[in-house]
């Protein structure tokens, strides 16, 4: 038989062989970020169970067991203090748990609990203590008659050995095992006697009620198990370790510490403490921001922060001046890589999310930490210096408690909380004096976005629903309690699925409906950043009244919001056909994708001919009919930059990006986007052209909207052939045929109208004087026009003269008029411009600037008599 487990490694493996031959199904760890929004963080091995406990969801599973990882920090959940001053406080932990779901009892939980801890673990029976509820006579009985347990090592404890879910719901009695370290670490007397001698280890909660009402407790009907053993508590009494932190899951984290810092752990009680928080923090970082957590001002994202920043000030207390989180993340992928494959595939990932938090951190913390021992060598830190150090320099007032607390100072918190006040208020009033409607939203942002944190965004690929909390409601520039049918409003939420305006891509449209007992609706009809990360709601109050805190389900347009994602996926896959024919100096230089239509400008540096465009509409397609499945994931910009991704424009990037992968496109992109090419549907390119100095412009339509231009391009087609009385596949030789009869008949009248000129001509020639010949001609357009000037100059004798002539046109809505001069006249200073100058203008138009030949006219037919008079008048000047 083998000996006890003696590692980590093993222990899991123990665990798990020991309840799979119990008809346990193994559960994986579930995320640190749990789906009960009760709590921020899996704080507990049952945490991913709790649908099954409270009923709301039916088990997969009559029994599972786990080894759950888990974080607790922030809220009430929060033992960041202690965190390596003791051998029970951790951010990051892992918990082993059996669970039955109205299946096993008590009578089957406790004797296994027994042979695990004895059997399998190898624990000596009398180092063990067992606690139990005072009123649980049933677990009393199981542990001294069942497993024969000494009744003088049972103690009855009360609220220490009860577990409640919450004020109501599942709740019940537990026991609990403790294992005695000896008289070294404290007096006799049990558990019940507190202190640090006794470690409890494995917790075994038997939920046989359900707490109706503060004075209603009533059985379930189906009674189930909750147990959780603490997995690093359980290495440290199987390992016989003097404290938790010489584990194998935390010894080699603290020697890289030591390599990082260049101090020796053991060498000094307080650097020890530094040396562990470093340790450990580097566990939680690299497991929760693996998770999908990132860095920020508010709930997960501000744990997150504060923890990266706690470790990365001890660090720096313990002389490291170069970056340590990345070093960190690697030796905490070492060791437990093998358990979680997921953070070895992320650790890129996480040390580039992490890292780029330390580095921002450490001019802070250099500035920060200077001016606070200042502070500090002088007494306690006021609110006012506390807020000076929050705001000027960005030193978190959290890190100047804790700072302010090692050296037995306070810090005014309230004080800080006051200044914090003022300045809110004094930015709304700065607002109101500066009484611009552009002014105060930003500033009522700006207090959104510090108290709340940006906009958690849940709408990527088919989530068009998304139950979210009403964090404000703007009605033109201030912040209102309640919005009542009618009013235009801009809503904030604390997560949505509505897509804010940016990168090209227009803002999604939908409704948002009150949850609950409220009764609000309200017509979305596009979203906003107000700022970066804060996405405004543009809203019609269309039924009801809506409130701060109300809960409600945002739904998004889905049948539009797949038009837009067929479209911007569209604009990828076109870039890259543009690139295929035209070369890889194309680049995008912007773009608007809408549900009906998209917009594509690129560089280029000249025409695109019919064939290049109708290339890259075929590769395009050809692109969609393979129906290539589309990647879209966060990764850190220098892994994209290694991938080949494409930047693309008015997008602002960090170190972590969005990558689009749609078939051979490889490009950077935070819009919606479909799964897969196919559903684009066809792509239909309708226009191109210049739009400036080497850069052109490409609209095209996808999807239905694509299928109704085609069909509406088809219609017209057979029309076009009804009416020339031909199929629609003999359209083009017809119209060719068309085409070579109207040029010919065009050639033929062009042929008479210049033999009439000439005729016309001879007879206006006649009628000149000295060299001058002024009339009027009607009927003809100014193309004709100026043929008949132009022979009439040359029908003057030796062809030198001045002809002006003016006339109403073949339609009757407008007037031309015409000036021809001779050389030898433009040499004598006479100008065709100037002398028509005068008669374009009665007619409401203009002319060019030549001397020798002007075409003009306008719309002022009725003034074609005075037009006729200036002609007379300027010309008459030039006779000879």
């Known amino acids: 038989m083998p000996g006890p487990p003696r590692t980590a490694d093993e222990l899991r493996r123990a665990w798990n062989a020991f309840w799979a031959a119990r008809a346990h199904t193994a559960v994986p760890s579930a995320s640190t970020i749990p789906v009960d929004k009760t709590v921020l963080f899996t704080v507990a091995g049952m945490i991913p169970f709790k649908p099954y406990f409270t009923g709301e969801e039916p088990a997969p599973w009559a029994r599972a067991a786990s080894i759950q990882k888990c974080v607790r920090a922030g809220g009430k959940h929060n033992d960041l203090d202690d965190i390596g001053r003791t051998n029970r406080h951790f951010s990051f932990f892992e918990m082993m748990g059996n669970f039955s779901f109205g299946d096993y009892f008590k009578a089957d939980a406790i004797p296994w609990a027994w042979d695990f801890v004895t059997e399998v673990l190898g624990f000596d029976p009398d180092r063990l203590w067992v606690t139990i509820h005072t009123s649980d006579d049933e677990a009393h009985e199981i542990w001294a008659d069942g497993v024969g347990f000494p009744t003088e090592r049972i103690q009855r404890l009360d609220e220490d050995n009860f577990w409640r879910m919450g004020d109501t719901g599942p709740c019940g009695p537990s026991s609990e095992i403790h294992f005695d370290l000896g008289p070294d670490h404290g007096p006799d007397g049990g558990p019940a006697t507190g202190g640090d001698r006794f470690v409890e280890f494995w917790n075994l909660v038997f939920m046989q009620f359900d707490q109706q009402s503060e004075s209603l407790r009533v059985p379930l009907p189906k009674r189930s198990i909750d147990t959780g053993m603490g997995f690093e508590r359980a290495l440290f009494l199987m390992q016989g370790k003097d404290t938790i932190w010489d584990i194998d899951v935390f010894r080699p984290l603290i020697e890289r510490a030591e390599s990082v810092t260049g101090v020796r752990y053991g060498a000094d009680p307080e650097r020890d403490v530094y040396l562990r928080i470093l340790a450990e923090h580097a566990r939680t ?227 948002l409906a009150g949850e609950g007992s409220s009764d609000a609706l309200l017509d979305v009809t596009d979203a906003q950043y107000g700022l970066t990360g804060l996405v405004i709601h543009r809203a019609a109050v269309s039924e009801g009244s809506i409130a701060e805190g109300d809960r409600v389900t945002a739904q998004i347009n889905g049948e539009r919001r797949d038009r837009i994602r067929r479209n911007h996926t569209a604009t990828h896959v076109l870039h890259w056909a543009l690139r295929e024919v035209l070369g890889e100096h194309v680049k995008q230089a912007g773009s608007l994708v809408a549900p009906e239509r998209l917009r594509f400008d690129f560089s280029h540096f000249q025409a695109v001919t019919a064939d290049e465009l109708a290339k890259v509409e075929e590769l395009a397609n050809q692109q969609i009919i393979s129906d290539a499945p589309v990647r879209h994931y966060e990764t850190t910009k220098t892994e994209a930059e290694r991938l080949g991704a494409i930047a693309f424009f008015g997008e602002k990037y960090g170190e972590i990006v969005r990558v689009l992968e749609a078939g051979p496109s490889t490009e950077l992109c935070g819009g919606t986007h479909v799964h897969a090419l196919g559903f684009i549907g066809p792509i239909k390119v309708v226009s191109e052209g210049s739009i400036g100095s080497n850069v052109r412009r490409i609209e095209a339509l996808t999807g239905d909207t694509a299928l109704a231009h085609i069909a509406d391009e088809e219609a017209k087609l057979r029309r076009v052939a009804a009416a020339l009385r031909a199929a629609p596949n003999e359209v083009e030789d017809k119209v060719a045929k068309l085409v070579s009869q109207v040029r010919d008949l065009e050639q033929e009248l062009e042929r008479l109208q210049t033999r009439a000129a000439q005729s016309a001509a001879g007879e206006l020639a006649a009628t000149g004087e000295s060299g001058v010949v002024v009339a009027r001609h009607d009927g003809l357009d100014p193309d004709a026009l100026r043929r008949l000037a132009q022979a009439t100059l040359r029908a003057l004798p030796d062809g030198s003269g001045v002809v002006a002539l003016v006339g109403l046109g073949p339609d009757g809505a407008k007037a031309g008029v015409v000036v021809a001069v001779s050389k030898d006249r433009v040499s004598d200073g006479a100008s065709a411009a100037e002398i028509a100058a005068p008669a374009a203008r009665a007619l409401g138009g203009g002319t060019a600037r030549s001397a020798e030949l002007v075409v003009g006219g306008g719309p002022k037919i009725a003034a074609l008599g005075d037009a006729l008079t200036a002609l007379q008048t300027e010309a008459g000047r030039w006779r000879r």
């Open 285 to 511: 970082m690299t497991f929760v921001v693996s998770d999908g957590v990132t860095p920020s001002n508010t709930e997960r994202g501000y744990v997150m922060r504060r923890i990266i920043r706690r470790a990365v000030r001890h660090a720096h207390l313990l002389g490291a001046r170069d970056l340590v989180t990345a070093p960190m993340i690697e030796a905490v992928c070492e060791v437990m890589g093998s358990a979680y494959p997921k953070i070895v595939a992320d650790r890129d990932l996480v040390s580039a999310i992490v890292g780029r938090e330390e580095e921002a951190f450490r001019g802070t913390l250099a500035r920060g930490t200077e001016l606070l021992d200042d502070l500090l060598d002088r007494g306690d830190v006021s609110g006012e210096q506390a807020f000076f150090l929050h705001d000027t320099l960005g030193f978190p007032v959290d890190l100047t408690r804790e700072v302010a607390a090692e050296r037995n100072r306070a810090v005014d918190l309230a004080g800080f909380d006051a200044r914090m006040t003022e300045q809110r208020e004094r930015a709304k009033e700065a607002a109101r004096e500066a009484g611009g409607k552009a002014n105060a939203p930003v500033e009522l942002y700006r207090e959104l976005l510090d108290t709340a944190g940006v906009t958690e965004f849940t709408g990527r690929r088919e989530y068009t629903t998304t139950g979210a909390q009403v964090l404000a409601i703007i009605r033109g520039n201030e912040r209102i309690a309640r919005a009542e049918a009618g009013e235009l409003v801009d809503v904030v939420l604390d997560r949505t699925p509505f897509y804010a305006e940016s990168g090209g891509q227009v803002g999604d449209t939908g409704v």
